[in-house]
Structures are given as structure tokens and as C-alpha cells.
């Protein structure tokens, strides 16, 4: 069963992107919505964490990425950027939508 | 597919609510059902008619009664939660003695079971919160 999982946290702000990673499996998205989209940023405090997430899709929502000013430059690389409408489509290509709020 | 949302978050805290919303209007888009939305905690602070922000910036309340009205959806406030958060309709207005009602159209009060009833009818259940 392949889960969505949505992280909204900042992981300068607290650990629910850490807890995620721990319970996310191969053939799992992660979709990073909110302050949660931070977490990509290339040197950041969860690249490496996010990089080491073998078989699990990251996703982060553009407009979220745009309105904090994380342009593709900034990001670290395997991360899909989708819309509101590709948020949709994750949620009915996978099983079950977690919130690690 | 067959959408329940869960919304955990009151209008203009982070951006929960937001978020549900442009999710609910692309799911719409898509020709997706959304079962029931579902406010929760301080969720149903977004069920109240008597906020008045900025002409400026969105109306986050309105924005889901015009979303309501435009494509039938059954925007329900957790009772609980609604009365340790003054948010009233005319039955709890008479129920508690208070002078004043104030949800939003389009909004209902009801229990906890009908997000029990979302959990269990709809296809994905989709959270939004802080």
C-alpha cells in the first residue's frame, strides 16, 4: 500500500519532517506543502536527510516554493514540483493521505 | 474519487486553511466529489459570518460559503468545539440562551460522527491543519 505522506513544518521549526521520514517507505510520496517546503533547500538542514529517502517520491507544492522566494537554483535535485492540481492527482495515485502535523 | 477534508486550523494562523481550499477548488476542477468538509478545533473559526478582514486580502470564511453555494458542499463545525468557540447557529442560539447566532452560510453544526461517517464513505480523507 502506497501512502501520501504531507509534511506542513519548517524542519528549522520542529521535527514532523524527521518523524515522517522515519515511518516513510520505498514506493511512499512526500509531499511538501506550507513552511514544510524548506526542507528542500540545497545545504539545508534536511537536504541530506530528504537525498537519503531511497524509493520515496518528494514532491513540493510551486506555490508555496514561490512565495518563500525557493526558486529550482535553490533546490536540492529529485524534487517533483507540483500544483494544487498535481497535489490532487497525488492523493488518488495513492492508497492513503497521511498529515504529520 | 470521493474527497473528505479535515480542516484543524482557524483563517489567517498559517496557512491550513488556504491550503484546503485551493486543494478543494483543484479537486472540484478535476471533476472529483468532496463528501464533506470537515472543521475541527479551532477550524471552526473559519465558520463564522462576522469576520471582516481587509478589503485588500482574501476573505478566507466567505471564500468557502461561495464554494458551498457554487457546488453544493456540506461544510460541517464540530459542536464541541464550536461552543467553547462562540460559534452558533439558531438551535444552539436557543439551546444556551444567547443572543446571537453567527455561522456562515453554508455551514452547519454537527457531532464528530459525521467525520466518522467521512472517514468511512469517502475514498481519501485529506487533512489540513497546524
Given at each position: 500500500m502506497a501512502l501520501l505522506h504531507t509534511v506542513n513544518k519548517s524542519p528549522y521549526q520542529c521535527t514532523s519532517l524527521q518523524s515522517c521520514l522515519q515511518h516513510v517507505r520505498a514506493g511512499d510520496t512526500l509531499l511538501l506543502i506550507e513552511d514544510g517546503v524548506y526542507a528542500v533547500l540545497k545545504g539545508g538542514k534536511a537536504a541530506e536527510a530528504l537525498s537519503a529517502a531511497n524509493g520515496v517520491k518528494v514532491a513540493a507544492l510551486s506555490a508555496d516554493l514561490k512565495a518563500r522566494g525557493i526558486g529550482a537554483e535553490k533546490m536540492i535535485d529529485g524534487i517533483e514540483v507540483v500544483d494544487y492540481g498535481g497535489f490532487v492527482d497525488l492523493v488518488e495515485q495513492t492508497d492513503k493521505t497521511q498529515a504529520w502535523l | 474519487?470521493?474527497?473528505?477534508?479535515?480542516?484543524?486550523?482557524?483563517?489567517?494562523?498559517?496557512?491550513?486553511?488556504?491550503?484546503?481550499?485551493?486543494?478543494?477548488?483543484?479537486?472540484?476542477?478535476?471533476?472529483?466529489?468532496?463528501?464533506?468538509?470537515?472543521?475541527?478545533?479551532?477550524?471552526?473559526?473559519n465558520g463564522t459570518r462576522l469576520t471582516t478582514p481587509p478589503q485588500d486580502d482574501r476573505h478566507i470564511q466567505q471564500r468557502w460559503s461561495e464554494l458551498a453555494e457554487k457546488h453544493g458542499l456540506d461544510l460541517v463545525v464540530c459542536v464541541a468545539a464550536a461552543q467553547r468557540r462562540g460559534i452558533v447557529d439558531e438551535d444552539e442560539k436557543n439551546r444556551h440562551g444567547k443572543d446571537a447566532d453567527n455561522i456562515a452560510p453554508g455551514f452547519r453544526i454537527s457531532g464528530l460522527g459525521q467525520l466518522i461517517e467521512a472517514g468511512i464513505q469517502c475514498d481519501r480523507l485529506v487533512t489540513f491543519g497546524d
Open positions: - | 474519487m470521493k474527497l473528505g477534508i479535515v480542516v484543524y486550523e482557524g483563517p489567517y494562523q498559517h496557512e491550513a486553511s488556504d491550503t484546503a481550499y485551493n486543494f478543494a477548488v483543484a479537486a472540484l476542477q478535476k471533476g472529483h466529489e468532496i463528501f464533506r468538509v470537515f472543521f475541527y478545533h479551532d477550524g471552526v473559526n
